[in-house]
């Protein structure tokens, strides 16, 4: 119940393009779903976060797209630029706690 | 740089040996989270600390494995006789308490040979 599951695990857009990546949940106690941007050798870092009371939220080229009745999330990337290339995580959190429980990671790559 | 600060950012140790790393996190951030992430994964958290309280570590993948907080500040997670196993990249978070966002250190790599 404590799963986060991502797809796809790679994908390939070209520039200008349209990047989607999938996340769904099991545990509805989640109530924030972020998601990060990682480059390598960097930590991750804060994109964009929805809570479940909503069910889009865009920030720039950055939307979440929330389906609270499916567990479902999404991110989308508008107008994918080179730049964009990293590995993207979703996650969710609960709790006084707040610790993340993460997704696997989709590697994007945009092509110039 | 107010970010997280972690050190050492490389760490290469022989197995069996001890290692222990350190987190600088946000002035004035309450919390304090240690996560590991392996190669083409997610981070998995590994323990929280409030202050200078560790209120969760039941996550931590061994007894071998230990975190504290001393003064509410910098926290340290070392890692005895080390294995193989335990190469990864080690990352620490800090938020302000009653926030979510969670700050991410740029990481310790270790690798054990």
């Known amino acids: 119940q404590q799963q986060v599951k991502q797809s796809p695990q790679s994908l390939i857009v070209q520039k200008g393009g349209i990047s989607i990546i999938n996340c769904a949940y099991e545990n509805t106690a989640f109530d924030y779903f972020p998601w990060y941007q990682q480059f390598p050798g960097k930590g991750p870092a804060l994109l964009i976060a929805?809570?479940?009371?909503?069910s889009e939220k865009k920030e720039g080229r950055f939307t979440i797209s929330f389906n609270k009745s499916a567990k479902q999330f999404s991110l989308h990337i508008m107008d994918s630029q080179p730049g964009d290339s990293a590995t993207y995580f979703c996650?969710?959190?609960?709790?006084?706690?707040?610790?993340?429980?993460f997704g696997s990671g989709t590697q994007l790559t945009v092509l110039p | 740089d107010t970010g997280v600060s972690q050190n050492p950012r490389h760490k290469i140790t022989k197995r069996g040996q001890n290692v222990t790393f350190r987190c600088d996190p946000i002035?004035?951030?309450?919390?304090l989270y240690w996560y590991r992430q392996t190669l083409g994964q997610g981070p998995e958290f590994l323990t929280y600390?409030?202050?200078?309280?560790?209120?969760?570590k039941s996550r931590l993948l061994s007894d071998r494995f230990s975190a504290e907080r001393p003064k509410g500040s910098f926290s340290t997670l070392e890692i005895q006789r080390t294995e193989q196993g335990d190469s990864a990249m080690y990352l620490c978070a800090s938020s302000p308490f009653g926030d979510t966002e969670a700050f991410f250190g740029q990481g310790t790599r270790l690798t054990v040979v």
């Open positions: 929805i809570r479940p009371d909503v």
């Open positions: 600390f409030q202050n200078e309280a560790q209120l969760e």
């Open positions: 002035s004035e951030h309450n919390r």
């Open positions: 996650a969710a959190s609960m709790g006084s706690a707040r610790q993340l429980t």
